[in-house]
């Protein structure tokens, strides 16, 4: 089915198609018609799926009508769980909206309110939103949001789980009661679905796939592992060309930063994206990931949902997950699309259970792998020692350190690639 089927208008389609994609993915093929006939709306679906276009594309289409610029006021709010995913929505929005006259505003914490309240009181059709710093602001009296006529609460599942509900309740309390809302979620848990009765009328649902299963085009792997052999193992699997663009996620913020200085002494092109880094840190760490500058990012949980970065080759579990579901949304950052990606998870005695645990949840067993040419009896290698502000490595075993430098972008151009373009997937 080609984009030109589903009624979508004519700017919209060739914003469509100045981003290379022909076919509508499942969701978008789903959602965008109940959305264009004015349904509230429950779309389930895993990350890498399109489901940022499927709310995207309708909403700009009922917006494309010439706003009075004397009378422009807030008609479509996005709630969004984190920054990164701000951003990235902002920027699906801004290609999709290249042809219409419409101005738009992200809000979020971790950088000056100043622009953001400027923004708002420019007038701006679209915002785009993390629930703590928008309540911030309208309780501020900034911002006009009693025309919003189309609300969209992205990653819901996720909000909830950071605590979000409350401020979320405050923010739709202020807005109009006739409106069309949208609510995306990876699972359709009783949390969720007590929501839909509070924020929605009718709401139709869409689901794509089950929760519980990861894509199918990620192949899974478990590397048994003493956690004081995991440093040495990780650099041996980095010496692999293969593994040319890199996402590792751990338990701690610290433990992350441990992991970049390693690898940074040995030579690898590393960022990292954890809550300690100031918005600017954050935003630029992506952009290095998804341009090849760099080839791995080290990352905490944070970063599980709201990466959208095509062609990363495998995602790495260096901390196993200590719930099940967070491993999903992990290992979602490959494998998107139809691409295909590894996810590999280091288990440790200590991980057994939860190893366990997670094999059920998914409904299958996990294939146990070892590293070839990894000598899993040698002592650790001594860490890294810090004094007094400066980073010192300690000399790497025999056969340890020698690589090469970098790991260039692997034939990824800007934005990332590796995914099919013409998909329609939300990129």
């Known amino acids: 089915m080609p984009f030109n089927s589903l009624n979508l208008g004519v700017n919209i389609l060739k914003a469509v198609h100045d981003a290379g994609y022909t076919e509508p993915t499942p969701i978008q093929v789903e959602a965008i018609p109940q959305i264009l006939a004015g349904h509230d709306l429950i779309g389930i679906a895993q990350t890498g799926t399109g489901k940022t276009a499927a709310f995207v594309l309708p909403i700009l289409s009922m917006m494309s009508g010439s706003p009075?610029?004397?009378?422009?006021?807030?008609r479509t709010l996005v709630v969004a769980p984190t920054r990164?995913?701000?951003?990235?929505?902002?920027?699906?929005?801004?290609?999709?909206?290249?042809?219409?006259?419409?101005?738009?505003?992200?809000?979020?914490?971790?950088?000056?309110?100043?622009?953001?309240?400027e923004a708002l009181r420019s007038g701006v059709d679209i915002v785009i939103a993390t629930p703590g710093r928008l309540l911030d602001l309208m309780g501020q009296r900034y911002g006009d949001f009693s025309g919003v006529e189309y609300l969209v609460l992205d990653e819901a599942d996720r909000m909830l789980d950071m605590g979000f509900l409350p401020q979320i309740r405050r923010v739709v309390k202020a807005l109009p009661r006739k409106r069309q809302t949208m609510m995306f979620s990876a699972s359709f848990s009783k949390e969720i679905e007590e929501l839909t009765h509070e924020f929605q009328h009718a709401p139709k649902t869409v689901q794509i796939g089950r929760r519980a299963n990861p894509a199918e085009t990620v192949t899974q792997?478990?590397?048994?592992?003493?956690?004081?052999?995991?440093?040495?193992?990780?650099?041996?699997l980095l010496r692999d060309?293969?593994?040319?663009?890199?996402?590792?996620?751990?338990?701690?913020?610290?433990?992350?930063?441990?992991?970049?200085?390693?690898?940074?002494?040995?030579?690898?092109?590393?960022?990292?994206?954890?809550?300690?880094?100031?918005?600017?840190?954050?935003l630029r760490a992506l952009k290095e990931f998804k341009s090849g500058e760099v080839r791995v990012l080290v990352a905490t949980d944070i970063a599980a949902r709201g990466i959208d970065v095509d062609g990363i080759s495998h995602v790495i579990n260096y901390d196993f997950?200590?719930?099940?579901?967070?491993?999903?949304?992990?290992?979602?950052?490959?494998?998107?699309?139809?691409?295909?990606?590894?996810?590999?998870?280091f288990v440790t005695p200590e991980d057994h259970a939860a190893l366990r645990s997670l094999e059920r949840f998914i409904g299958r067993g996990l294939v146990r792998k070892r590293a070839e040419g990894f000598d899993y009896a040698a002592p650790a290698p001594a860490a890294p020692v810090e004094r007094q502000g400066e980073r010192r490595f300690a000399p790497a075993r025999p056969g340890g350190n020698a690589r090469r430098g970098g790991g260039g972008p692997g034939g990824r151009g800007p934005g990332g690639g590796g995914g099919r373009r013409n998909s329609g997937r939300s990129r």
């Open 321 to 345: 997950p200590m719930h099940s579901e967070d491993y999903v949304h992990r290992i979602g950052r490959t494998g998107r699309a139809h691409a295909v990606g590894d996810a590999i998870s």
């Open 241 to 282: 060309a293969a593994f040319d663009s890199v996402l590792i996620f751990t338990r701690t913020k610290h433990g992350a930063d441990r992991i970049a200085r390693r690898l940074e002494g040995s030579q690898v092109r590393t960022a990292t994206l954890h809550s300690n880094r100031s918005q600017n840190q954050r």
């Open 221 to 236: 792997l478990v590397y048994e592992v003493p956690s004081s052999l995991k440093p040495a193992l990780l650099t041996h």
């Open 68 to 74: 009075d610029p004397a009378r422009r006021r807030t």
């Open 84 to 117: 990164e995913l701000v951003v990235q929505i902002e920027e699906n929005v801004r290609a999709y909206a290249k042809y219409l006259p419409l101005k738009m505003a992200t809000v979020f914490g971790g950088v000056g309110e100043r622009p953001q309240i």
